[in-house]
DNA sequence: CTCCATTCGGAAAGCGGTTTCCAGTATGCC
DNA sequence: GGCATACTGGAAACCGCTTTCCGAATGGAG
């Protein structure tokens, strides 16, 4: 292993000039040594110990990003945002995936710690069970006392800068853009109770029907994935239109009523949220409600690397778009 | 920053010990040591600053990860195989993401060699462009001298161990299928001519309908993505079945054929490659070649970690396997 | 009771950088 | 010419943890 101390040598320089030559420096050195040590470093393959580095610097130029399922494309679109975002800071991003259970989430906290990344971004719905969030808080909290930036994409909730796309406002949004399609009678496919972007989105369509003084939908729960939509959608009973609140739920739904032959748009309509990407080619095509989610990963490592130290954490809110396509018609 | 000398006074013991306890050594420390030890360290909130631990042992607890695009479902389904595999040997992934630049590919081996990760991993198809290729493999073997391991995805250019899924086979089987079916005349959607995994599958299906006997197929180049499908497709004169080399190529295609009112399978047949999870619930379902995405990665890190310093590069063959669905019919 | 083999705690030397502080030289100004 | 003022290069003190090497203590065997 080449070591800059073998390039001072070869220079014929201090390790210090080494450094500040090859690992930028407010100090700038002499054209004649620069020259020469960078000649060296070439000659030898120096390549910095980044580890050493980060030990004298106290700081590393990594970023840890906390996602539930790197497969799920709402987080891969996420996660690639952040890392054209951590790209352009000069960071690399280091991914942990929970499989959506909580205590991995505090437990990758922990270990980002560990590593001591420049900041930590946690994205995915908060739970409902206060233990659990506040367990997370604590080791959100130590991290940020070393020095830590953290940033959150979703609820906000754990006292740190926050990204919050308008489920409740979106999901109203495009429960009143249905209605004024001529629906009255939905079903919500809610997910699970305890996610609280499910329940917000849940909420927020269930309110503005009640603010149209329509009918409350029918809700059924179930998990946050594709076999969860595939399931729930079986339960639906007299609706005319189903919301799904996530598209990937949508997606299962829609395969459970082509095997039961129902048709969509014609016997019922169907809408999601999220507009993920590479379920824009569906048949029929997807109604849902745009989230932007490669900027909002680039946005989360924007406010996580902002702003000081003691800074009041700030909520960005993130509107979202209805976007309305085949897989729901007017009502005649 | 709580540190290891901090826990180690609190507890009334060297700095040895207290390392001994807190950071798995070969040695072991005596009960009543031990005890007091762990109590400080949670009394203390020590968190262990991996980039200390990394520096004095010469070796890092984190995998790197290199992909195209994580947006895409290949990749996605290969990360999460290689992150579970990476958790089960304790081990984080750090991933770079090249958006298909191959220069970025090589500037990110050096950067996971200056984090002097404890593996890289390369995914993702090779170029037929020697001198990148070369270029590579200077960055890589570089990082081997000084004790990296490496593990490829792909093709076997890399003289690194190699997951090297049977992309001529697959095609080649896929065309025999289609054969099968009573198809002759064939369009493939190529992808671009210097990706070898598209080359490689073009090749395999158009050697085995000439082993066949039947005409050679329309080939289309174009990009390798959903777009590139789209636009290629429309070029395609006079086959009834198309075969596009990736999935996500076959989506972007039938989208093209539904937009200009073709009807799938009625009209023509459309097969794909790699059987991309989330792409399951299409209509017309579609045939396609499986390939294990998520245990390839699994594979990749187990070849990467496993194996000594000076072993031979191993390389893993992985079978494909044709998947019939909707999206193809037999001819009459 | 002595002696040898273990076991266990501690001191200290790194691991590979960064950065502060010093000193020497060159420059600007009166 | 004399002196204050940049610049620039180098010595050395860290950053926090691991691990080797020692010495002390413990336990079993003879």
Do not use: W
């Not at 040594?33 to 990594?62: D, P």
Request: with cysteine; charged share 20%.
């Amino acid at each position: 292993m080449v070591t800059l101390e073998d390039v001072a040598r070869h220079a014929g320089v201090s390790l210090a000039t080494a450094s500040r030559v090859l690992n930028g420096s407010s100090r700038n050195v002499g054209r004649t040594m620069r020259e020469r040590v960078e000649k060296s470093a070439a000659v030898l393959g120096y390549r910095t110990n980044v580890a050493a580095q980060t030990l004298a610097r106290g700081a590393s130029n990594v970023i840890g990003l906390v996602v539930h399922d790197l497969v799920d494309p709402y987080f891969a679109a996420l996660a690639d945002g952040a890392m054209r975002a951590a790209e352009a800071h000069g960071h690399m991003v280091m991914v942990g995936t929970t499989h959506r259970d909580p205590e991995r989430e505090i437990a990758y906290v922990s270990t980002l710690n560990a590593q001591r990344v420049r900041a930590v971004l946690i994205s995915g719905s908060r739970v409902t069970d206060p233990d659990v969030t506040s367990r997370l808080r604590v080791e959100l909290d130590r991290y940020r006392e070393s020095g830590g930036r953290v940033a959150c994409v979703g609820q906000d909730l754990l006292g740190v800068g926050t990204i919050a796309p308008a489920n409740r406002e979106g999901a109203a949004e495009l429960a009143r853009s249905l209605a004024a399609l001529g629906h009255t009678r939905f079903a919500v496919l809610a997910g699970p109770p305890h996610l609280i972007t499910a329940a917000d989105r849940s909420a927020g369509f269930a309110e503005a029907l009640a603010g149209l003084g329509l009918p409350e939908p029918q809700v059924i729960h179930g998990p946050f994935d594709r076999d969860g939509g595939y399931e729930a959608v079986q339960e639906v009973a007299g609706a005319t239109c189903v919301f799904a609140v996530n598209d990937v739920m949508a997606v299962g739904a829609l395969a459970a009523l082509r095997s039961r032959g129902v048709r969509v748009p014609d016997d019922i309509s169907v809408a999601g949220f999220d507009d993920i990407g590479p379920l824009r080619d569906l048949t029929p095509s997807l109604t849902t409600v745009r989230l932007p989610l490669a900027e909002m990963g680039a946005q989360a490592v924007e406010l996580a690397l902002s702003g000081e130290e003691g800074d009041e954490p700030r909520v960005v809110p993130v509107e979202c778009e209805v976007v309305l396509r085949e897989s729901v018609r007017p009502l005649a």
